[in-house]
């Protein structure tokens, strides 16, 4: 079972992660990849993901490791930007192989509700020239209450 | 003889910088001390974490930070 | 919401049609992608996917469609292999992209589940020099079980 | 003056071959005679769906096929 976590602070190709991460693991029955892009709707011009260096790959990796532990997978890779992007840039990417379809689909759905609301990063958002912070959303725990955690 | 503090997400803005210097040792009632009524109020919110060398304080009251520590004062992460 | 349903009786590259595909939805918050590849498990040599032509295209085009007016996708697209496959080869992928990562992650999830085994999909292995038919599963219809079906 | 029937998955096996030309009309119990004994037994079991022209009859004993029609016969589809 490997684990694979970056964080990047330049743009990136979702393809040029996924080929070789699948390619990585013969012998899987699926592959499961989910990839988040920043969406341009109501007039966003950029997105700034802020982390610290300290403790946000840590956090990721345990989280990793966390679903690695409960989904019977082969291998997960997780990607995330920081920095300043574009609306249409890919901000994250998980991919799981498993023998079985269901352990991958459920541990990027886990990866996916738990980076969101867990993972030690603060966005903010550019909109006419203002850059505004981005607060948490109630939605969020609904999403975390699905795993009981 | 100094403990770092960093400022995360929105306490930078608030604290104008993103880490500051103060004396060695340091503990929770120096850091507020140290920090003004302001953020000294933001930093005492529920929502907001303390950690240090990048561990999340359980009770960051017991704050003890010594010389070389690496103090981030981290608010509620952004939802998606 | 543009659907694309293909049946290929040749080898595909997943790439080759989740980047053309995702550029085409300029604005998506998100896509989720599920691979199936033939496992080599147990010393199968090959597995050969049996459709009826008249009725297999249809019937998955169909599926995307209740899965398009369930979730809130912005597109969704499903390609099958027929015909004779080797371990390792994909052998479907679905791809769905949404404004939010929800509707994307439950759209691949519910397509996958019934395409298991609502599909017009009869499949055999080859071990050991002979051909033998794979009989329908239990686990498929507690798959669809939780979709309320 | 003829129906397409078509076997399908292991059906085709069972038939040895993967279609066949059978006068019409063809109702249920014409079909039944034409495919003997075994085969027949194996369409009338409840999980065998039957088509005409790619649309499954809800009840196959009222297949009523013409000049031109094709039949299907469809055995349970393989699981995953």
């Given at each position: 079972m490997a684990i694979t976590v970056k964080l990047l602070e330049t743009p990136f190709n979702p393809g040029q992660f996924v080929g070789p991460f699948t390619n990585?693991?013969?012998?899987?029955g699926g592959v499961c990849t989910f990839v988040g892009e920043v969406r341009g709707e109501e007039d966003v011009e950029a997105l700034e993901l802020l982390h610290y260096e300290r403790m946000t790959l840590p956090g990721i990796e345990a989280l990793a490791q966390q679903a690695a532990e409960r989904f019977d997978l082969m291998g997960l890779l997780v990607v995330h930007r920081t920095g300043v992007m574009r609306p249409g840039e890919p901000i994250v990417l998980v991919s799981a192989c498993a023998k079985h379809r269901r352990g991958a689909i459920d541990a990027v759905d886990f990866c996916m509700d738990h980076l969101k609301s867990d993972s030690w990063f603060w966005k903010r958002e550019l909109r006419g020239g203002q850059w505004s912070w981005i607060e948490p959303r109630a939605e969020d725990h609904s999403d975390l209450a699905r795993w009981g955690d | 003889m100094a403990v770092t503090v960093v400022f995360l997400g929105k306490l930078a803005d608030f604290a104008g910088e993103g880490e500051r210097e103060l004396p060695a040792p340091l503990d929770w009632q120096g850091l507020l001390g140290a920090l003004g009524p302001d953020l000294a109020a933001t930093a005492s919110g529920e929502r907001t974490k303390v950690a240090v060398n990048g561990a999340v304080l359980?009770?960051?009251?017991?704050l003890a930070a010594g010389d070389g520590d690496e103090v981030a004062l981290l608010p509620p992460v952004s939802g998606g």
């Amino acid at each position: 079972m490997a684990i694979t976590v970056k964080l990047l602070e330049t743009p990136f190709n979702p393809g040029q992660f996924v080929g070789p991460f699948t390619n990585a693991h013969p012998g899987l029955g699926g592959v499961c990849t989910f990839v988040g892009e920043v969406r341009g709707e109501e007039d966003v011009e950029a997105l700034e993901l802020l982390h610290y260096e300290r403790m946000t790959l840590p956090g990721i990796e345990a989280l990793a490791q966390q679903a690695a532990e409960r989904f019977d997978l082969m291998g997960l890779l997780v990607v995330h930007r920081t920095g300043v992007m574009r609306p249409g840039e890919p901000i994250v990417l998980v991919s799981a192989c498993a023998k079985h379809r269901r352990g991958a689909i459920d541990a990027v759905d886990f990866c996916m509700d738990h980076l969101k609301s867990d993972s030690w990063f603060w966005k903010r958002e550019l909109r006419g020239g203002q850059w505004s912070w981005i607060e948490p959303r109630a939605e969020d725990h609904s999403d975390l209450a699905r795993w009981g955690d | 003889m100094a403990v770092t503090v960093v400022f995360l997400g929105k306490l930078a803005d608030f604290a104008g910088e993103g880490e500051r210097e103060l004396p060695a040792p340091l503990d929770w009632q120096g850091l507020l001390g140290a920090l003004g009524p302001d953020l000294a109020a933001t930093a005492s919110g529920e929502r907001t974490k303390v950690a240090v060398n990048g561990a999340v304080l359980a009770d960051k009251s017991a704050l003890a930070a010594g010389d070389g520590d690496e103090v981030a004062l981290l608010p509620p992460v952004s939802g998606g």
